[in-house]
C-alpha cells in the first residue's frame, strides 16, 4: 500500500507536482529556443530549467514517500525527461528535412 | 459588397459537416447553460429545487459537453473526407440518415432528462429513462443508437477511402473509428459487483475520450496543420505516428489512476500512478515541435482565428491535461482529492483544452471555406471579435479552473485528510469559507464564458462576410536552415 502524503506536505506536494511540470516545460522551452536561434546563452537557462526540474522531482518523491525502487524509477525518468527534448529535436530535424 | 454564407462552395461531405456543427454549437450552449443553473445551485441551493435538480443539470451539462464535441469531431472528419480521399463520399444518404437519427435521439433523450427526473431502479428506467451511470447516463436505446451511428460514420470513413486514395491520416482515422465504436460498448453491460462494473466503466470513459478521441484530434489535427499551415503531408503524418504511438504508450495504462479507490488489486496503485508520470511525454513533444515550426513557418498561415485556437489548444492541454492533472495523480495525494472539485478543476481546463479549442479552430476553417475561401489573415474586418471571444472564453475557464482548483484543495484538505471523509468532515467542507467563495467566483466566471460564447457565435455567422480579398496562397513549407 502505498504511504499517503503527511498533512503538513499537502501544499508543498502540489506545489512540487506543479513545480515539476513547469520546469520540464521550461527545459523543453529553452532547448528548442537555444536549437533554434543557436544561442548558447539559452542553452545555460535550459541547464538551469533541468536543475530546477532535479530538485523538484526528488522533491515529489521524497514527499510522496517513494523510497527504494521507486527512488530509482524516479531517478530514470528524470533522465529520460533529460533526454526527450534532445531527442525530439532531432526527430523535428529529420522529418523535416 | 458582402459574402454569404454559400453552400455551393461546399462538397457533399461538406454539406453534412455543417449539419454537425450547427448541432455542436446548439449542444455548447446547452452545456454552458445547464452548467450555470448548477453553478448557481451551488450558491443557492434553494434555486428550482424540485424543478429542475442539481444532479439533472450537472447531468446535462456533462452529456451536452461529450456529445457537442462528438458532433464536432464528426462533423470534422466529414469536412475532410472528400478532399483527403480525392472522391465523392460513399454512403452519403446513410450518413444524412445517421445524423438525423442521432440528433432525434439525442434531442429525445434530453427531454426525458428533464421530464422525468425521478423514477424506480428497475429495467424500464435502464432501458428508457436513465442508464443510471455518471457521464454516461443515456438509456440502453440510445447507447444501441450512439453505437450504430458510430458504425454508419465508420463504413462513410471506411468505404470512402478504400474507393479513395489511403493515407497516412485515412489509415490511423478508419482504426480508430473501429475503437470508438467498440469501446462504447464497454459501457452497455451491468454486473453485480461494483468494483468490475466500475473497471469497464471506466474504459468508456478513459479509453474513449483519452484514447480515441485524442487520436480522433490527431487526425483532425494533422489535416488542420497542412491545409493552414502548409505543412508537408509526410511530416504531419509521420508525428501522428509518433503521438499516437506516445499517447498509447502513456495512455492506455494510465487508465490505472482511476482505478486506485474502485476495489481494484493494489498493483493498480503502482502501474497507474508511473504511467500517469509518463502521460505528459506527448504534451513535451508537442512543446519542442512547436517551437520547431514557429521557426519554419514564421506562423504565416492562411487563417489567424483557427490558428489562435489551435495555438490555445497547444496551452490548454499542456495546462489542463499535463499540470493540473500530473498535480493529482499520483495515488498518495490522490486518496483525498478524487472527486472532489479539483477533478472539476482539471476536467473544465483539460477538456476545454484539449477538445473545446480544436473543434472551434475548424469552425472557423469551414466557415472560410463556406464563404468562399475568404481572406481571415491581418487586418480582418470586424477581427476584434473572434479575439474577444478567444480571450472571454479562455478566461471565464481559466477562472472557472482557479475557483474550483481552491475549493478542491479545500474539500480535499478539511474534508477528506483532516476530517477523514466523515459525513459531517462532507458539510464542514461544504460550508468553509473557502468553497462558499470560490463557488460564487465560479459562477462569475461561468457568466464571463457564455458572454465570450455569444461573441463566438456572432462572430462565426458574420465572419468574413464584409471581406472581399480571397485567403492567402501558402507555398510549401521550408526545411529549418539550421537544426
Known amino acids: 500500500m502505498v504511504e499517503p502524503v503527511a498533512l503538513e506536505h499537502f501544499f508543498l506536494f502540489f506545489f512540487a507536482a506543479a513545480l515539476v511540470i513547469f520546469a520540464a516545460l521550461g527545459y523543453a522551452l529553452t532547448y528548442s529556443f537555444a536549437r533554434l536561434y543557436q544561442k548558447r546563452s539559452l542553452l545555460y537557462w535550459a541547464g538551469l530549467a533541468y536543475g530546477v526540474l532535479t530538485v523538484s522531482v526528488f522533491w515529489l518523491a521524497y514527499l510522496a ?24 529535436w532531432h526527430l523535428c530535424v529529420a522529418t523535416h528535412d | 459588397m458582402t459574402r454569404p454564407l454559400d453552400s455551393s462552395n461546399l462538397n457533399d461531405g461538406q454539406k453534412l459537416a455543417v449539419k454537425y456543427f450547427v448541432v455542436a454549437v446548439i449542444l455548447f450552449f446547452a452545456q454552458l447553460v445547464f452548467g450555470m443553473l ?3 445551485q451551488f450558491v443557492h441551493p434553494d434555486f428550482l429545487y424540485g424543478v429542475l435538480d442539481f444532479n439533472v443539470n450537472r447531468m446535462v451539462h456533462i452529456n451536452a459537453m461529450i456529445v457537442w464535441m462528438l458532433y464536432g469531431f464528426i462533423g470534422s472528419v466529414y469536412w475532410f473526407l472528400e478532399e483527403e480521399s480525392g472522391r465523392e463520399i460513399a454512403g452519403l444518404k446513410l450518413g444524412n440518415l445517421g445524423f438525423w437519427v442521432l440528433t432525434a435521439a439525442v434531442t429525445v433523450v434530453v427531454a426525458v432528462y428533464l421530464l422525468v427526473q425521478v423514477g424506480p431502479g428497475n429495467d424500464f428506467t435502464r432501458w428508457f429513462i436513465n442508464e443510471g451511470r455518471e457521464y454516461i447516463e443515456a438509456p440502453r436505446w440510445a447507447d444501441i443508437g450512439i453505437v450504430v451511428v458510430m458504425l454508419i460514420f465508420f463504413y462513410n470513413v471506411a468505404v470512402t477511402f478504400s474507393r479513395g486514395k489511403w493515407s497516412g491520416i485515412a489509415g490511423v482515422l478508419t482504426l480508430d473509428l473501429v475503437a470508438l465504436a467498440g469501446l462504447y460498448l464497454a459501457g452497455m453491460f451491468y454486473v453485480t459487483n461494483i468494483s468490475i462494473d466500475q473497471y469497464w466503466w471506466w474504459w468508456v470513459i478513459h479509453l474513449w475520450v483519452e484514447a480515441t ?7 483532425i489535427m494533422a489535416w488542420t496543420l497542412m491545409h493552414l499551415l502548409g505543412v508537408r503531408r509526410k511530416i504531419v503524418e509521420t508525428w501522428l505516428y509518433i503521438e499516437v504511438a506516445l499517447m498509447f504508450g502513456s495512455g492506455i495504462l494510465g487508465l490505472g489512476h482511476h482505478y486506485f479507490w474502485i476495489g481494484s488489486p493494489e498493483y493498480w496503485l ?16 508537442m512543446v519542442v515541435h512547436s517551437i520547431y515550426d514557429s521557426g519554419v513557418h514564421k506562423l504565416r498561415n492562411r487563417n489567424h482565428p483557427a490558428l489562435a485556437w489551435v495555438i490555445a489548444h497547444a496551452f490548454g492541454n499542456f495546462l489542463g491535461a499535463g499540470v493540473w492533472g500530473f498535480m493529482h495523480t499520483l495515488p498518495q495525494i490522490n486518496l483525498y482529492t478524487h472527486g472532489t472539485q479539483w477533478t472539476a478543476s482539471h476536467g473544465h481546463l483539460a477538456f476545454f483544452g484539449a477538445y473545446a479549442t480544436i473543434n472551434i479552430a475548424f469552425f472557423y476553417l469551414a466557415v472560410q471555406r463556406w464563404r468562399g475561401d475568404v481572406w481571415m489573415g491581418a487586418n480582418l474586418v470586424g477581427g476584434w471579435r473572434w479575439k474577444w471571444a478567444l480571450g472571454l472564453l479562455s478566461l471565464g475557464v481559466i477562472g472557472m479552473t482557479m475557483a474550483l482548483l481552491i475549493a478542491g484543495y479545500e474539500q480535499s484538505f478539511i474534508e477528506r485528510a483532516m476530517g477523514g471523509s466523515t459525513w459531517s468532515a462532507y458539510f464542514a467542507g461544504q460550508n468553509h469559507p473557502w468553497f462558499v467563495e470560490s463557488m460564487v467566483w465560479r459562477m462569475i466566471f461561468g457568466w464571463v464564458t457564455i458572454a465570450g460564447f455569444g461573441l463566438l457565435v456572432w462572430d462565426l455567422l458574420v465572419i468574413g462576410k464584409h471581406e472581399v480579398r480571397p485567403a492567402e496562397t501558402l507555398l510549401e513549407e521550408p526545411a529549418l536552415v539550421h537544426g
Do not use: T
Open chain 1, 65 to 88: 514517500n517513494l523510497h527504494g525502487f521507486w527512488s530509482i524509477l524516479v531517478g530514470m525518468l528524470l533522465v529520460g525527461y533529460g533526454l526527450a527534448p534532445v531527442l525530439i
Open chain 2, 213 to 219: 478521441w485524442e487520436v480522433l484530434v490527431g487526425c
Open chain 2, 38 to 40: 448548477a453553478g448557481i
Open chain 2, 270 to 285: 503502482a502501474i497507474g500512478g508511473f504511467f500517469s508520470a509518463l502521460e505528459p511525454i506527448p504534451l513535451v513533444a
